[in-house]
């Protein structure tokens, strides 16, 4: 756990904070890497040509026997037996165990066509004969076990078109949950497990366009905001950048945010739209990288609303809404910052894979863990920053290493998951880091090009000359209004 103690003390504290610091697991990189080994692009099961595991079973495997496969991928999904909800995975996890497949990558969700149930997607390395023994053994502990394979005739990965399309934008990284993670400070904690699943289950219900629901927040949860608020408060006066300070202050005096209250998401989310068209949308846990960026295309921000564990204020394997609303909110609400968020959202929009992995490395280096200059001095802009009282004071001392923001290099970046960041990026303004990304993404290989609409709030398709006719007569039309007031105020 960091103590604000311990990383006050000179620079070699940073050293041996650095060695006892938590795993940070939060990482949307290895997301999109995780991304990469589910699906030829998309999540969404949809995508995915299934077949029931009773009557159909590849013939490949039929014609190879003999041949070592056991590095073959294979999707599996099911839902909960019964009411185990998660208990049912770990019963799966063992045949999968027993069965000797290396489970790779593992996803929860809420049942589509039954609120109350929660279903599985499961990827794992097969071995030889395995679709003989694993189907008939995972039916004794689950429902609804199916096999996909990946449709590889699917070029473009799906990605949503309208702002409630972001309703199927649930793809959550199950692994960091405390049902799953050992190393989660809440993993034997069953009280704090259930009280998290009870929060996380607005997300599943809510739908776009609903107030967020308001959560009572108990005492126990107050006052582990109130001391992760006050620690990070001391130092964002010398180490946030000014935008930071700006909207935090304002956030203070409206009387959003207080060291005593947890702001509720609906009024944060009316802050945020006042300020900069950003609005928030709770989610149950980690998403993967397609789904989180794909949010901020729509100036949506994917926020948690549980709080972490109280034995561990200053550090959370998984988001939550100490990082969310003192790291990210702040930031959101700075128009030219929120630009910069969502053009790294539409830039992901139907993407390969790999781009998304760049684009999820751009994003961590930048909106997690960016820094800029402002009047001479290095300040801290990344919400991962920002919201960590150790890492915040390693970053702006002369322990790592800074290197100006260029995304072709930042985006091929090796990142740094289990300690603090040993090179961070400076960015001279959000401006200026704004052209530098238009100038990468204008590279990104990509079949469609796509274009925001905020009046119908959805993507439009740039694909033939009459609709760049119409969208350039009304950017003409609104030129040509500013250019009259303009001429006549000087
Ligand atoms: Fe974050």
């Given at each position: 756990?960091?103590?604000?103690?311990?990383?006050?003390?000179?620079?070699?504290?940073?050293?041996?904070?650095a060695?006892?610091?938590?795993?940070?697991?939060?990482?949307?990189?290895?997301?999109?890497?995780?991304?990469?080994?589910?699906?030829?692009?998309?999540?969404?099961?949809?995508?995915?040509?299934?077949?029931?595991?009773?009557?159909?079973?590849?013939?490949?495997?039929?014609?190879?026997?003999?041949?070592?496969?056991?590095?073959?991928?294979?999707?599996?999904?099911?839902?909960?037996?019964?009411?185990?909800?998660?208990?049912?995975?770990?019963?799966?996890?063992?045949?999968?165990?027993?069965?000797?497949?290396?489970?790779?990558?593992?996803?929860?969700?809420?049942?589509?066509?039954?609120?109350?149930?929660?279903?599985?997607?499961?990827?794992?390395e097969?071995?030889?004969?395995?679709?003989?023994?694993?189907?008939?053994?995972?039916?004794?502990?689950?429902?609804?076990?199916?096999?996909?394979?990946?449709?590889?005739?699917?070029?473009?990965?799906?990605?949503?078109?309208?702002?409630?399309?972001?309703?199927?934008?649930?793809?959550?990284?199950?692994?960091?949950?405390?049902?799953?993670?050992?190393?989660?400070?809440?993993?034997?904690?069953?009280?704090?497990?259930?009280?998290?699943?009870?929060?996380?289950?607005?997300?599943?219900?809510?739908?776009?366009?609903?107030?967020?629901?308001?959560?009572?927040?108990?005492?126990?949860?107050?006052?582990?905001?109130?001391?992760?608020?006050t620690?990070?408060?001391?130092?964002?006066?010398?180490?946030?950048?000014?935008?930071?300070?700006?909207?935090?202050?304002?956030?203070?005096?409206?009387?959003?945010?207080?060291?005593?209250?947890?702001?509720?998401?609906?009024?944060?989310?009316?802050?945020?739209?006042?300020?900069?068209?950003?609005?928030?949308?709770?989610?149950?846990g980690?998403?993967?990288?397609?789904?989180?960026?794909?949010?901020?295309?729509?100036?949506?921000?994917?926020?948690?609303?549980?709080?972490?564990?109280?034995?561990?204020?200053?550090?959370?394997?998984?988001?939550?809404?100490?990082?969310?609303?003192?790291?990210?909110?702040?930031?959101?609400?700075?128009?030219?910052?929120?630009?910069?968020?969502?053009?790294?959202?539409?830039?992901?929009?139907?993407?390969s894979?790999?781009?998304?992995?760049?684009?999820?490395?751009?994003?961590?280096?930048?909106?997690?863990?960016?820094?800029?200059?402002?009047?001479?001095q290095?300040?801290?802009?990344?919400?991962g920053?920002?919201?960590?009282?150790?890492?915040?004071?390693?970053?702006?001392?002369?322990?790592?290493?800074?290197?100006?923001?260029?995304?072709?290099k930042?985006?091929?970046?090796?990142?740094?998951?289990?300690?603090?960041?040993?090179?961070?990026?400076?960015?001279?303004?959000?401006?200026?880091?704004?052209?530098?990304?238009?100038?990468?993404?204008?590279?990104?290989?990509k079949?469609?090009?796509?274009?925001?609409?905020?009046?119908?709030?959805?993507?439009?398709?740039?694909?033939?000359?009459?609709?760049?006719?119409?969208?350039?007569?009304?950017?003409?039309?609104?030129?040509?209004?500013?250019?009259?007031?303009?001429?006549?105020?000087?």
């Amino acid at each position: 756990m960091e103590t604000k103690k311990s990383t006050i003390q000179s620079n070699s504290s940073f050293d041996a904070m650095a060695n006892v610091y938590p795993t940070r697991k939060q990482s949307l990189i290895e997301d999109a890497h995780r991304d990469s080994v589910v699906s030829n692009g998309s999540v969404d099961l949809t995508s995915y040509p299934s077949c029931e595991s009773d009557d159909v079973f590849p013939e490949e495997y039929e014609s190879e026997k003999g041949i070592d496969v056991e590095k073959k991928k294979q999707c599996i999904t099911f839902s909960a037996k019964d009411d185990m909800g998660f208990a049912s995975l770990t019963q799966a996890l063992k045949i999968f165990e027993k069965c000797q497949m290396n489970v790779t990558h593992v996803e929860s969700r809420k049942c589509r066509n039954d609120n109350n149930n929660v279903e599985f997607l499961v990827e794992c390395e097969t071995r030889n004969g395995w679709y003989k023994v694993l189907p008939k053994n995972l039916k004794k502990v689950v429902n609804n076990v199916t096999i996909h394979r990946k449709d590889t005739s699917q070029r473009l990965p799906w990605f949503p078109r309208k702002t409630t399309d972001l309703d199927k934008c649930n793809h959550l990284m199950s692994h960091f949950e405390p049902d799953l993670d050992h190393d989660h400070p809440g993993f034997s904690d069953k009280a704090y497990r259930e009280r998290r699943t009870k929060i996380a289950d607005i997300a599943f219900k809510y739908r776009h366009g609903q107030p967020i629901p308001r959560v009572e927040y108990s005492e126990e949860e107050r006052s582990t905001w109130k001391h992760v608020y006050t620690t990070l408060s001391d130092l964002f006066p010398t180490h946030a950048c000014k935008e930071h300070i700006r909207y935090f202050k304002m956030l203070e005096k409206e009387g959003v945010y207080s060291p005593d209250r947890i702001p509720q998401l609906e009024d944060v989310s009316n802050f945020l739209k006042s300020q900069s068209g950003f609005q928030l949308r709770p989610v149950a846990g980690l998403l993967t990288a397609r789904d989180f960026l794909a949010s901020l295309a729509f100036r949506v921000f994917q926020c948690t609303q549980y709080v972490r564990h109280h034995t561990s204020p200053m550090h959370t394997p998984e988001p939550d809404c100490c990082h969310e609303l003192l790291g990210h909110v702040p930031m959101l609400a700075d128009p030219e910052f929120a630009q910069f968020s969502q053009e790294i959202g539409i830039a992901s929009l139907g993407v390969s894979d790999e781009d998304i992995t760049k684009l999820a490395t751009l994003y961590w280096f930048t909106v997690e863990f960016g820094l800029c200059r402002q009047d001479g001095q290095i300040k801290a802009y990344g919400a991962g920053l920002l919201s960590a009282y150790g890492e915040l004071q390693f970053a702006l001392s002369d322990q790592p290493e800074q290197r100006p923001f260029d995304p072709s290099k930042v985006s091929v970046q090796e990142y740094q998951d289990q300690t603090y960041q040993p090179i961070y990026y400076v960015t001279e303004s959000f401006e200026k880091a704004k052209a530098q990304m238009r100038k990468y993404v204008s590279n990104i290989n990509k079949p469609l090009q796509l274009r925001y609409n905020p009046f119908t709030q959805s993507i439009e398709v740039l694909e033939d000359i009459s609709t760049i006719r119409k969208i350039l007569g009304d950017v003409k039309n609104e030129l040509d209004t500013l250019l009259t007031v303009y001429e006549r105020l000087v």
